[in-house]
Structure formats: C-alpha cells, structure tokens
C-alpha cells in the first residue's frame, strides 16, 4: 500500500512544493508520479523515482528509496495546480498500486 | 504521435456485461504491454489489468478477477476489456493505457477514457 501527504497542499505560484509518499513495504527504485489536471487524464511525469518522462519541465524532480519517495515543483506554474499520484509496481506477479493523491491547491 | 482512443463504454444494469475496446496508433503495438485504469467519478486511480505485448499474460487487481478478461487483436492495434457480473462499484472512467517493452514499466501513455455507468 501507499500513502501520501499531505492530502492537500496549498501554496502561491513561484513556491516550492514537496510531496511525499510512503510505501509499506520497500519497492524498490520502481516507483511513478503522475500529474492529473481537472478534467484530464493523468500524465506520467517520474518514472524509476526520479527519471523525468519525456517534455517534462526540470522544475519537477524526484527522489526516495525503499519506503520514503518524494516528488518536488521546484517554483510552481499555474498549470501545476493538480492532482498529484504516486504509483509503485510488484515485480511479480506484476500489480501496481497508486496512492490516493496530494491535491496542490492554489 | 502515440493516440490511444477508447470506446463502448455506456450504462449498463448491474450484473450486466460491456465491451470496451481501445484503438492504438502511433507505435509498434505488438512491442508493449498495454493496461487498463480505472478512475470511479470524484475518486482516485484504480488498475485494472495488464496484457503482455504478445497476448500471452495477463494479470488482474484483486477486485476483478473472474470478472472482466482483458485481450488485444495485434493485427488490429486493439486492446478489449470484457467485463461480467457488473456492479454498482465498477462505475468509473476506464482508460486504456500504454505500458512498456518489460510488463512491469510504468503507464507512459494515457487515453481519454470511456465512462461506463452501472445502474439499475
């Protein structure tokens, strides 16, 4: 399982933002965040817990190991106001789970 | 440009059936392994299923084994999720998504999804 907080974080655009999540077990280095805007589909932005996925901007980092994963928005843009999920993977058989989301909050 | 565009969802009684399928383009399709994610409305992400880029594994969440089977047509670039014995719950906005070359990589690309509503 995974967990995550805070539920909600409010910031200003320009701010650094700091997400956490939790594992209760370890995963390994195979852990995902994804970004889902109002109305979107979500999009994957970390994969391997801190390789940028393709177009992502260099504001938007991650880090962790084991248990504890962190994804960090350097100076926040207005189009980061979102739904923040992290996601991690068994290796076998393969399951995949998500934690059930920070919202970043204007 | 990889486009991943889902279709037949719909309201549906509970204990009723429905077919989605997904239409890939835009990449080697027999090369990746693809998934299901479901999304229920105001909730949060849910995986479903996951098929191997040949079609030979498939793996399931707990809550919908038995219940849905998940297949894809590689001469068709389709993937297809059948789901059985639906119920309330299983109301949610499902995509369709991309997975890697390895069945364990993460979902690189997301469709739009197709909202199926069980309700009597």
């Known amino acids: 399982a995974l967990t995550q907080s805070p539920a909600t974080l409010s910031l200003s655009p320009g701010e650094r933002a700091v997400l956490s999540c939790r594992a209760s077990?370890?995963?390994?280095?195979?852990l995902a965040w994804f970004q889902q805007r109002p109305g979107q589909a979500p999009r994957l932005l970390i994969f391997?817990?801190?390789n940028r996925a393709t177009g992502i901007p260099a504001r938007f980092s991650g880090s962790g190991s084991g248990t504890d994963f962190t994804l960090t928005i350097s100076s926040l843009e207005p189009e980061d106001f979102a739904i923040y999920y992290c996601?991690?993977?068994?290796?076998?058989?393969?399951?995949?789970?998500f934690g059930p989301g920070t919202k970043v909050d204007l | 440009e990889v486009q991943l565009v889902e279709s037949g969802g719909g309201v549906v009684q509970p204990g009723g059936s429905l077919r989605l399928s997904c239409a890939a383009s835009?990449?080697?399709?027999?090369?990746?392994?693809m998934h299901w994610v479901r999304q229920a409305p105001g909730k949060g992400l849910e995986w479903v299923s996951l098929?191997?880029?040949?079609?030979?594994?498939?793996f399931y969440g707990d809550s919908m084994k038995g219940r849905f089977t998940i297949s894809r047509d590689n001469r068709k670039d389709s993937l297809y999720l059948q789901m059985n014995s639906l119920r309330p719950e299983d109301t949610a906005l499902y995509y369709c998504?991309?997975?890697?070359?390895?069945?364990?990589?993460?979902?690189?690309?997301w469709g739009q999804g197709a909202l199926v509503s069980v309700s009597s």
């Open positions: 998504v991309r997975g890697g070359v390895v069945i364990t990589t993460t979902f690189g690309h």
């Open positions: 835009g990449f080697t399709f027999e090369d990746y392994a």
């Open positions: 098929i191997s880029g040949d079609g030979g594994g498939t």
């Open positions: 077990q370890s995963v390994g280095g195979s």
């Open positions: 391997d817990t801190s």
């Open positions: 996601q991690q993977c068994n290796e076998w058989p393969p399951g995949f789970t």
